[in-house]
């Protein structure tokens, strides 16, 4: 009787927390979805498939990593192997995503800001996956050290795939950011 009053009380929390990290996430993990999948719809499966292995891998959770660091490793995952999925269906696997919405007081400046996002949302997207992962979680801000905990590699390793994006993101919109 006892043991069923902790299982409830188990499922309860985890029920909780699953519930508070996909809140306090779940924009940075669309927006990490986005940069896997462009297509609305097969983006839409993987941050279903994401939150499926959140959920899943929530009671295996010890704390070696901050849970920020844990679902960006999830998503990572889930991405690496949803990009892998469809390649193998030799489909492509970016297509034209939705903008990232901003938020902006007036009018032009929110058009200014939307059509500067979508430039690096686009510019983001034609860089190779390696760069791609360290610059999306760059954006979302994790430091060097949570990235390399999240893809797996050394802080180094994620400094030099952080310059080299820049100087291909620089490349391709400029260096004041804008499209030439």
Do not use: C, K
Request: charged share 30%.
């Amino acid at each position: 009787m006892i043991e069923d009053v902790i299982a409830a009380g188990v499922a309860e929390n985890r029920e909780a927390r699953y519930l508070r990290l996909v809140s306090e996430h779940e924009r940075a993990i669309r927006r990490m979805a986005s940069s896997y999948e462009r297509d609305a719809a097969r983006r839409e499966d993987l941050v279903q498939d994401i939150w499926l292995a959140l959920w899943q891998a929530l009671p295996g959770f010890r704390g070696d990593s901050s849970e920020r660091t844990f679902v960006f490793r999830i998503a990572h995952n889930r991405g690496v192997s949803h990009i892998q999925h469809w390649r193998r269906r030799r489909t492509e696997a970016l297509d034209d995503a939705e903008p990232v919405p901003h938020a902006a007081p007036d009018p032009e400046d929110a058009l200014s800001a939307r059509q500067r996002g979508e430039q690096l949302r686009l510019a983001v997207t034609r860089l190779p996956l390696g760069l791609r992962q360290v610059i999306v979680l760059v954006l979302e801000g994790l430091s060097y050290r949570e990235i390399g905990e999240v893809l797996g590699i050394s802080e180094n390793n994620v400094a030099v795939r952080v310059a080299r994006a820049r100087v291909a993101l620089t490349r391709e919109l400029g260096p004041s950011g804008d499209r030439s």
